[in-house]
């Protein structure tokens, strides 16, 4: 059996897995990754828990068939250089080059990826969307991140900062998005904007069950409670959701008509919504496709690898 490893770098935490041949994880473990100390000491703690983590499976370092780093921010993986990664304050920074050193592991067998991008891949070979020859991906968090799989090859455009699917826009001139642009579908439909939306409309709705469920306290409110709220009959949360799944079927709607993937999927915080969200979506969205008479359509699907998939789809990154 290979193993190898698989890391997702975030802003707040490192999480590493050991992963076999067949994308399992056969032993995971994370650290913080205390953002403000600098890249140095984050590589050196993302070495010693992968260091940890091999030990604790009996597999040497000089046994690893590769090891990939999934990284937020523009990412080179011709050259191992994180470019740019607002949240952990990287800039032209050599990953790749350090870690190697770190790990003893030669550089031509690390190779580092856009977060969003390899978890999509991990969707793709062993989620949601496997046995896929295509597929797209989007994050409904934070922000909303994406990543587009064709022919099993990870779309990253000609300066790697391509598949920033949240950054699309789906209203002209409206919200204010945090990227400089405006109407973007992050704007609309990530579970920020989801609060968003639940804010303004129970500041208006004083009958609504929200505000029972939220004790009249708007800053109660969160990612959940329209969805809540709409299930157990409330009028307001359920305008809330229309309108969430109508902003949402304009975004998905656009990129399946750009792309034709077999399979699209759904993750993130708000995807934990399961057929509350994907079953009125997928009406929705059958209006709008361009294809919507076609015999073949795109599945939508949620993802299934949840926090695990940018940690198996960074290994998958460094052994295709």
């Known amino acids: 059996m290979k193993y190898s ?80 990664a607002n949240n952990i304050k990287f800039t032209d920074f050599p990953l790749v080059a350090l870690f190697s050193k770190e790990m003893g592991i030669p550089e031509e067998k690390i190779r580092i990826g856009n977060d969003a991008n390899l978890a999509a891949l991990g969707e793709a070979v062993a989620g949601a969307a496997k046995g896929s020859k295509s597929s797209v991906m989007i994050t409904l968090g934070t922000g909303v991140g994406g990543g587009v799989i064709l022919d099993g090859t990870v779309l990253t455009g000609c300066a790697y900062g391509g598949a920033e699917l949240g950054h699309m826009v789906i209203e002209k001139d409206g919200r204010q998005c945090s990227c400089g642009r405006k109407g973007c579908l992050e704007a609309y439909c990530s579970a920020t904007a989801l609060v968003k939306l639940t804010k303004e409309k129970f500041e208006v709705s004083p009958d609504s069950l929200m505000r029972e469920m939220c004790e009249n306290d708007i800053n109660r409110v969160g990612g959940k409670t329209a969805f809540a709220a709409m299930k157990k009959g409330d009028k307001a949360g359920a305008e809330v959701v229309e309108t969430y799944l109508s ?51 795109s599945d939508l699907r949620i993802a299934k690898l949840g926090n695990d998939a940018g940690i198996i789809g960074a290994a998958a990154f460094a052994t295709k």
Do not use: W
Request: proline letters at 5%; a negative charge.
């Open 247 to 297: 902003y949402l079927a304009c975004g998905v709607a656009n990129l399946i008509n750009i792309f034709q993937p077999e399979v699209f999927t759904i993750g993130g915080g708000v995807s934990g919504e399961g057929d509350n969200l994907i079953i009125p979506l997928k009406a929705k969205v059958a209006k709008e496709t361009y294809s919507k008479d076609n015999t073949l359509k």
């Open 5 to 84: 490893i698989g890391v997702d770098l975030g802003g707040t935490n490192i999480a590493v897995g050991i992963v076999d041949e067949n994308y399992q994880i056969v032993k995971k473990g994370s650290v913080p990754t205390l953002a403000q100390r600098g890249p140095e000491p984050i590589i050196h703690d993302m070495a010693e828990l992968c260091k940890k983590l091999l030990a604790e499976c009996g597999v040497a370092i000089a046994d690893v068939a590769g090891a990939g780093i999934a990284s937020p921010g523009t990412v080179n993986p011709d050259t191992g250089i994180v470019e740019y």
